[in-house]
């Protein structure tokens, strides 16, 4: 059970990783750093996207406008930042 436990704490470890990676190419497409144009940078900000859209997306619904700037992704770090912690405190804490 416990290594199971462990898997899951990865996961929300990477896919926290990924939001951070996601934040950084966004940034670095709308500054016109990297160009889209290339095959493998819209490969990758593409795979990005979908991977992190399916979660941004209901919080991007209730956080509110302002102006330009997305909340999303640091509310969605810290919700599984929160989780991580909960997993540990609570979950690893019983076994």
Same mark, same amino acid.
């Given at each position: &059970?416990?290594? =199971?436990?462990?898997? %899951?704490?990865?996961?929300?470890?990477?896919?926290?990783?990924?939001? /951070? /990676?996601?934040?950084? &190419?966004?940034w670095l497409v709308s500054f016109q /750093?990297?160009?889209?144009?290339? !095959?493998?940078v819209h490969l990758v900000s593409d795979?990005?996207?979908? #991977?992190?859209?399916?979660?941004?997306?209901? %919080? !991007?619904?209730?956080?509110?406008?302002?102006?330009?700037?997305?909340?999303?992704?640091?509310? #969605?770090? =810290?919700?599984?930042?929160? =989780? !991580? #912690?909960?997993? !540990?405190?609570?979950?690893?804490?019983? #076994?």
């Amino acid at each position: &059970m416990q290594s =199971l436990l462990i898997i %899951i704490d990865t996961v929300i470890d990477l896919y926290m990783w990924v939001v /951070i /990676i996601w934040v950084i &190419m966004s940034w670095l497409v709308s500054f016109q /750093i990297v160009n889209t144009h290339n !095959r493998f940078v819209h490969l990758v900000s593409d795979f990005l996207h979908r #991977l992190t859209e399916p979660a941004l997306a209901p %919080i !991007r619904r209730v956080t509110p406008y302002l102006g330009g700037i997305d909340l999303s992704p640091f509310v #969605l770090i =810290l919700i599984l930042y929160f =989780l !991580r #912690l909960l997993l !540990r405190e609570y979950v690893f804490a019983a #076994l």
